[in-house]
């Protein structure tokens, strides 16, 4: 099985000042919502009308070695908003496959990057960039979707 990959190339605005999850299984590349506290963030999409606050990021510190991408419940986060652009893994995806090139993305379920029609646009598709994953010594390939996002809380 291929590896989540959530990359980020160029761009974007850091913003991690008291900010932590309200739940567990926020990952970096999922995009995340602004609780009403204001300090708190969810996965986005519980609601069409309800506009992302950016993409979760990261922020774990040399110290800290968790095991795993995924942020438990009061753990502080980096969140990425603004302009830039990213490589994502069709883990990332509503339905689990990768956008066509030049389609609009949009802020799906559970933070899910989707290509369906919601209220709020986040980005775009570019295109495709095949890596290479070490896998038996011998390697694999895989497939991971360049995206522009444009997310302005």
Avoid at 33 to 56: E, H, N, R, W
Avoid at 64 to 91: C, H, K, N, Q
Avoid at 98 to 105: I, R, S, V
């Amino acid at each position: 099985m291929a590896a989540k990959v959530s990359q980020l190339i160029n761009g974007g605005i850091r913003y991690g000042k008291d900010i932590k999850t309200s739940a567990s299984g926020i990952e970096p590349g999922l995009l995340v919502q602004l609780d009403s506290s204001g300090s708190t963030v969810s996965a986005s999409g519980s609601s069409a009308a309800l506009k992302p606050f950016g993409i979760a990021y990261g922020g774990r510190y040399k110290p800290y070695r968790p095991t795993t991408r995924v942020f438990d419940s009061g753990e502080p986060l980096t969140v990425i908003w603004g302009t830039g652009m990213m490589l994502l893994s069709a883990d990332f995806f509503a339905g689990g496959t990768l956008p066509a090139a030049q389609t609009k993305l949009y802020g799906g379920n559970a933070g899910l990057w989707t290509t369906s029609v919601w209220a709020n646009q986040v980005g775009d598709a570019i295109g495709t960039r095949t890596r290479i994953e070490s896998v038996g010594g011998v390697g694999s390939s895989q497939n991971l979707a360049v995206v522009r996002f444009n997310i302005q809380p």
